[in-house]
């Protein structure tokens, strides 16, 4: 690969040969990570099946003002991803891979943004650093794969935040006039996309983005700067872009506001009342997860960079400003009373620009440790990956293929970073780092391209209720005869939006024939209720052999029970 370095520049200019080498696995990369196996498994969890359904009901009733849950309004999140994959089942009609297709779509064009701003900032190897390493992050390729309203949060956030770097004068450079004119455009767009992030979740949006711009501000005494913000060009794109909803679903709902505003937004943050109660350390093992298989650079970056500045105390303002970004998100809901992994997701495209960087800034001063902590982590990779490979557990067995395919990627990922250290021990210069990082990079986006030989069969794709409610059908049960007894959430939601239709609780007090679907170790407590018997059970299947579908009838009706089978 010939290099050559930019006049006035650290940036090296790629061959011919090299630029097409590099956009083709960065191509690959994207797609594979992003856009790859988008409906390989079914639903899973309590939020995607419900999303996904509120989506359908908007193409199903043309109301796309008020979301409707089982006939319904439900007003736990803004429309934006409702709209995304109601237009997304109108185009390519209803399935998984629709529904995950506005998230899949949000993780390109946040990652794009992020390049673009690295590239602004850093230059163009940053650049294809960040477009590597953040599209195979366990966060971002988990994230874009569901049917939630987390990336398309994070994405018109992360955008907005670009934005706001432009308006803020971080992307000037020697070529920028020396009398800076009003960046009209950049204004707009950050107004524009703000105003999407607040479509998309609510006003969090402006709590995260004005907090992060508030401390860049402190840090670096530029409040004029920041102040540029609230031009009122960026105020009045945003406005007309948030508030015509949110003023129309209020006028058409008169609770709308109570429930979304104060119940689902400050009572959320507030109280735990929604009882996703966590350690104040939560975000802690989320961040160290979110980033694998690049959690040794994340770990390294932290301990050098903290160690430079107590050294220089010194941070360039864009080094301020992501930092802003990525520390104020994680403090924010670190004091939220309700946790869940998802809240941070914005912290993620800001923190990997930081990685990104720091690969090329810090790893060339300090490239053996760089080296040394990849390869230790390699070697504890390759470590895990023996000892799990030997062991029986029920729960690793169960998994059938895809625990081959699991381990697979351990040890080709443990390989990868043994490589990467060696490579970094040895040598800092430019072209080996480039080397290590397609090696790095290249059992990741192997192993997702891979899962399309994962048998449907194994056990990690029967998590969705999507098989039970296939059984269901192939049993020719009446979904008005079907009822639900003991179920999680995520199956009892799943299996509603599989049936396309509401699948109520089972009352004990009711004296109709009715199949109740209810898990195996709760079926004893509904073969004998007061005026039931439990004629017969049905499903077949042996993979669902965690749950049972009694049919019970009057005792009436029958002169004697057939008795009971374990369900399969």
Avoid at 251 to 274: A, G, M, Q, S
Wanted: hydrophobic letters at 50%; charged letters at 15%; a positive charge.
């Amino acid at each position: 690969m010939h290099e050559t370095l930019q006049p006035g520049g650290e940036t090296p200019r790629l061959s011919t040969p090299a630029t097409i080498g590099w956009a083709i696995l960065i191509a690959v990369t994207l797609f594979v990570c992003y856009f790859g196996h988008l409906g390989a498994i079914g639903f899973v969890g309590p939020d995607e099946p419900r999303y996904a359904w509120i989506a359908r009901d908007m193409v199903e009733t043309g109301d796309w003002v008020t979301p409707r849950l089982y006939g319904k309004p439900w007003f736990e999140k803004p429309p934006l991803f409702y709209w995304g994959a109601a237009l997304s089942f109108k185009l390519f009609g209803v399935s998984e891979a629709a529904a995950r297709l506005p998230s899949a779509i949000c993780a390109l064009l946040a990652t794009l943004a992020m390049a673009w701003l690295a590239w602004r900032l850093y230059g163009a190897e940053t650049a294809r650093w960040l477009l590597l390493l953040l599209p195979t992050t366990v966060g971002m390729i988990g994230f874009s794969h569901a049917a939630a309203t987390d990336m398309p949060f994070s994405g018109m956030l992360t955008i907005a935040m670009v934005c706001a770097a432009v308006v803020l004068g971080l992307t000037r450079n020697e070529n920028s006039p020396i009398i800076p004119r009003t960046p009209w455009f950049a204004l707009s767009l950050f107004g524009f996309f703000l105003g999407l992030a607040v479509l998309a979740k609510g006003p969090a949006a402006i709590v995260l983005c004005g907090g992060a711009v508030f401390f860049w501000a402190l840090f670096t005494k530029r409040w004029r700067d920041a102040f540029r913000l609230l031009h009122p060009a960026a105020l009045v794109v945003f406005c007309v872009t948030a508030l015509p909803w949110y003023i129309l679903c209020a006028r058409r709902n008169p609770d709308f506001f109570r429930i979304f505003i104060i119940e689902h937004n400050f009572k959320r943050y507030l109280t735990p009342e929604f009882q996703h109660i966590q350690p104040f350390w939560f975000y802690v093992p989320v961040l160290l997860v979110a980033f694998f298989p690049w959690t040794p650079i994340l770990l390294w970056t932290t301990c050098v960079g903290a160690m430079q500045f107590i050294r220089e105390r010194f941070v360039s303002a864009s080094i301020g400003f992501l930092l802003a970004w990525a520390v104020f998100c994680v403090a924010f809901f670190t004091i939220s009373q309700s946790k869940l992994p998802g809240y941070i997701l914005p912290t993620i495209p800001g923190m990997g620009l930081l990685l990104a960087r720091s690969c090329i800034y810090l790893a060339s001063r300090h490239h053996k440790s760089f080296g040394l902590f990849a390869l230790c982590f390699g070697i504890l990779s390759e470590v895990a990956f023996l000892i799990l490979n030997a062991s029986h557990l029920d729960a690793i067995e169960r998994l059938g293929a895809f625990k081959q395919s699991a381990f697979v990627v351990l040890f080709f990922v443990g390989s990868a970073s043994v490589f990467v250290g060696v490579v970094f021990l040895l040598s800092a210069r430019r072209g080996a780092r480039s080397l290590a990082l397609a090696v790095g990079v290249a059992p990741v986006v192997a192993s997702l391209a891979c899962l399309a030989f994962v048998p449907s069969s194994s056990t990690f794709f029967l998590f969705s209720p999507a098989y039970i409610a296939q059984e269901i059908r192939n049993q020719r049960v009446s979904v008005n005869e079907l009822r639900v007894s003991g179920l999680t959430r995520s199956t009892q939601f799943g299996l509603n939006f599989y049936l396309d239709s509401y699948v109520p609780e089972w009352d004990r007090d009711t004296s109709r024939e009715v199949y109740v679907l209810t898990e195996g170790r709760g079926a004893s407590c509904l073969q004998q209720p007061s005026e039931m018997t439990c004629k017969d059970e049905w499903l077949e299947e042996e993979r669902l052999d965690v749950f049972a579908l009694l049919h019970l009838v009057p005792k009436a009706s029958v002169s004697s029970p057939t008795g009971s089978r374990q369900l399969h």
